[in-house]
């Protein structure tokens, strides 16, 4: 094993006591949540708010999510709260949604951006809400280097950051994806960023018609022809590990052509596939596989995979090809489709 993979299975998890002490004296803190891991501040400490975009070499025009343990907290920072946002919140948190109000003037610009909105969220995760609950609002990103995938384990976030920030260890993020971004001003509600809860589902509860058509086209879009100026974050290269990502439709055949120093890593999910690269990877020790027997699985395990491939100097990442149904389906696309592009 190399050292690198040595140090990947170190933990250096703090107590959630010792957490919300570091986060009151101004200290930067990762902490878990059910989608990724976040890195948090106090937004009573503008100089640790300023000190994540440093930490992740963030854009400074990229703002970030206010988390809060209930709504009640978090109502103080937004402007507009309507029965559409109440019915969702009541559904919805604690839970992957995160929504995008106006803002009001007692939020720090550095947590916004500058923006007059705000983004905000309750999360699902035991530990962050026991923290959130002494702490009060955190605002937070994904707790990952700007550019690569998001961490969905506390040793993903010692990758990225070594001894420079602390973790709550609060194990594999039970969904893996980030949260469902929905700008949510007026009556005007549109998915800014694709996730497991759908503008179905929010139409269900809350009765509004979001548009979904920038979460569903996104996909087969370019960074550079991204069309989504409503949030900044979209427009910046995500989740992307260092090797080469592509689908494969192994119905055509077109299976590439792999010279001896080429290592490949495979992620299937038929069960077809399956068996077929198991075969393949007997017969050539640079062919790695993963597989994972539902779609839900694949976006819980996707970003770990991503980066384990960039450990073991991965060239190739073939992703089986699916047709997406479900919003975490096209979850996934929207996520891969960016690793790809
Ligand atoms: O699941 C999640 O959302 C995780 C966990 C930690 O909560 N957080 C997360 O944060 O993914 P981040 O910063 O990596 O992504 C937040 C996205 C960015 O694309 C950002 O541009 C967008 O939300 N965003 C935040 N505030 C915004 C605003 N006021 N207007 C438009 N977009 C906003
Ligand atoms: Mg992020």
């Given amino acids: 094993m190399s050292q690198l993979n040595g140090a990947h299975d170190m933990s250096h998890g703090i107590s959630t006591h010792e957490a919300v002490q570091r986060l009151r004296d ?13 890195l948090a501040a106090s937004i009573e400490h503008p100089e640790a708010l300023t000190s994540i975009y440093t930490l992740k070499g963030r854009p400074k025009d990229n703002p970030m999510i206010l988390h809060g343990a209930s709504i009640e907290q978090l109502l103080p920072f937004v402007e507009g709260w309507s029965d559409v946002h109440q019915a969702c919140a009541d559904a919805f948190w604690p839970g992957p949604l995160t929504l995008i109000l ?28 026991e923290i959130l609950e002494q702490t009060g609002p955190l605002a937070a990103p ?16 010692n990758d990225d950051f070594g001894d420079a920030v602390a973790v709550v260890d609060g194990d594999q993020a039970s969904i893996g994806l980030e949260s469902t971004v929905v700008w ?56 992307t590990p260092k090797a080469k990502v592509l689908w494969l439709d192994m119905k055509q055949h077109t299976k590439p052509e792999f010279t001896n120093t080429t290592s490949i890593l495979f992620i299937t999910n038929s069960e077809q596939n399956h068996s077929e690269i198991e ?13 994972a027997s539902t779609l839900d699985l694949l976006a819980k395990q996707l970003y770990d995979w991503f980066r384990s491939a960039d450990r073991q100097d991965i060239d190739i990442i073939l992703i089986e090809q699916f047709k ?18």
Wanted: glycine fraction near 4%; avoid cysteine.
């Fill in 26 to 38: 101004g200290e930067v803190v990762a902490i878990p949540t059910e989608t990724v891991y976040g």
């Fill in 102 to 129: 106006r803002a009001s003037e007692r939020i720090p610009s550095v947590v916004t951006a500058g923006l007059d909105t705000v983004a905000i969220r309750v999360p699902n995760h035991p530990l962050a809400l």
């Fill in 142 to 157: 994904s707790a990952n280097l700007s550019g690569k995938p998001s961490a969905t384990k506390a040793s993903h976030v």
């Fill in 184 to 239: 949510a001003v007026e009556d005007t509600w549109r998915i800014l960023r694709p996730g497991l809860i759908g503008a179905e589902e929010i139409d269900q509860v809350a009765n509004i018609t979001v548009d979904d058509t920038s979460a569903r086209v996104e996909a087969t879009q370019s960074e550079e022809t991204d069309q989504t100026p409503l949030s900044p974050g979209t427009k910046y290269r995500h989740y």
């Fill in 279 to 291: 075969t393949l990877k007997r017969k050539n020790n640079a062919v790695h596989h993963h597989h």
């Fill in 324 to 341: 997406p149904v479900t919003p975490t389906d096209f979850t996934l696309v929207n996520r891969i489709t960016r690793a790809i592009n």
